[in-house]
């Protein structure tokens, strides 16, 4: 079984729990500007190849939760489909 598969059941009960504030909340939400200068220098010394390994784990960990939080807004413009306001 594939990993958005194992992560759609895992979000099952979240998914059923949604509202339409929730759901546009979700699609609404972006990454604050600090955090994203940080992560700006991550990535450019990403594709330097001068991460030290904390910054490498910190850099996969973003990437990581930006995957998680695309598939949450994916699950909510579904819900929002399934469920105009």
């Given at each position: 079984m594939s990993t958005v598969s194992y992560l759609d059941r895992f979000f099952e009960p979240i998914i059923e729990a949604f509202t339409p504030a929730?759901?546009?909340k979700l699609i609404d939400f972006r990454v604050d500007p600090k955090i994203q200068a940080h992560i700006g220098v991550l990535r450019r010394k990403a594709n330097e190849g001068t991460l030290t390994p904390e910054e490498d784990?910190?850099?996969k960990d973003f990437v990581e939760a930006v995957d998680v939080m695309s598939i949450m807004q994916?699950?909510?413009?579904?819900?929002?489909?399934k469920n105009p306001v």
């Open positions: 929730l759901a546009h784990a910190e850099y994916s699950k909510a413009r579904q819900f929002l489909a």
